[in-house]
């Protein structure tokens, strides 16, 4: 949520934060994820179906259970972020954040000054937090982490830059592209030996960095094994894999 306290205080708070990882279309799927016991729920608007309206839509369905809702936004669609944040969003993703000018620009359109540029619009985040909009404008910044993810050589190569830029709350390692990317191209493999060497990497440095690390799992056991790792928090996907894992399991038992 918007208030105290705020999800980055949560986050850093010591105990591993769950969160759902939503893609269909329909807003209600996670308004309906956000009442089981997940800490938050993410919106999946890279590689998900879900829009930007139906995305607006779930933030305050999401808050209606008392949970903080995190965006993650196209590749380079910063504009996107700021407008989240103005519905009341608690988080931004955002993907192949590659150079120190990407993560500049993350900072810039998630942050007011004089930490970025972030324009003046939060008409669902003050309905949803309460606040005056004075208060809002000052605290907003702490509100809302901004999470550049990882998920390159480039970024591995960089990610104590990236870590120093003013604005950015944290980094989300994105497994899978970062296996494509040590494979060279030539394979997928997100739990692979060489992936997790390089999440170790990048998990201490940003713990040395005090920021806030992230990571998604493909599965409710290897979350729970990068959960014990040490991240802050742990994304587990998705809600269509969600949907054809109860589907499987209750066509098995129906066939038994
Ligand atoms: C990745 O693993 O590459 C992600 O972006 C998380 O889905
Ligand atoms: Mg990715």
């Not at 591993?16 to 893609?23: K, S």
């Not at 309905?127 to 970024?155: C, H, I, K, Q």
């Not at 790792?229 to 587990?236: L, N």
């Amino acid at each position: 949520m918007l208030t105290h306290p705020s999800f980055p205080e949560r986050l850093k708070g010591g105990k591993p934060l769950l969160t759902a990882w939503c893609g269909l279309p329909d807003p209600s799927v996670a308004g309906i994820l956000a009442r089981e016991d997940f800490d938050a729920v993410v919106l999946d608007t890279q590689h998900g179906s879900i829009d930007f309206a139906a995305s607006l839509q779930a933030v305050p369905l999401i808050a209606a259970a008392g949970k903080p809702a995190l965006v993650r936004i196209p590749v380079g669609d910063f504009a996107s972020a700021s407008r989240y944040l103005d519905a009341g969003a608690s988080g931004i993703i955002a993907p192949m954040i590659n150079t120190v000018e990407d993560a500049r620009r993350l900072a810039a359109f998630t942050k007011f000054p004089p930490v970025g540029e972030r324009s003046w619009g939060a008409y669902g985040a003050l309905a949803l937090s309460g606040l005056e909009p004075g208060e809002y404008l000052r605290t907003a910044n702490d509100l809302a982490v901004s999470f550049a993810m990882v998920e390159t050589r480039e970024a591995l190569a960089i990610i104590d830059d990236i870590l120093a830029v003013p604005g950015i709350d944290g980094v989300f390692i994105g497994p899978s592209d970062l296996s494509i990317a040590l494979a060279g191209g030539k394979g997928l493999d997100p739990t692979s030996a060489e992936v997790d060497k390089a999440l170790d990497h990048a998990l201490a440095r940003v713990k040395a960095a005090g920021k806030i690390a992230a990571i998604y799992a493909v599965s409710g056991a290897r979350a729970a094994e990068l959960s014990a790792r040490g991240f802050h928090m742990v994304a587990i996907g998705s809600d269509i894999s969600m949907l054809r894992t109860g589907a499987h399991a209750a066509l098995a038992a129906a066939r038994a």
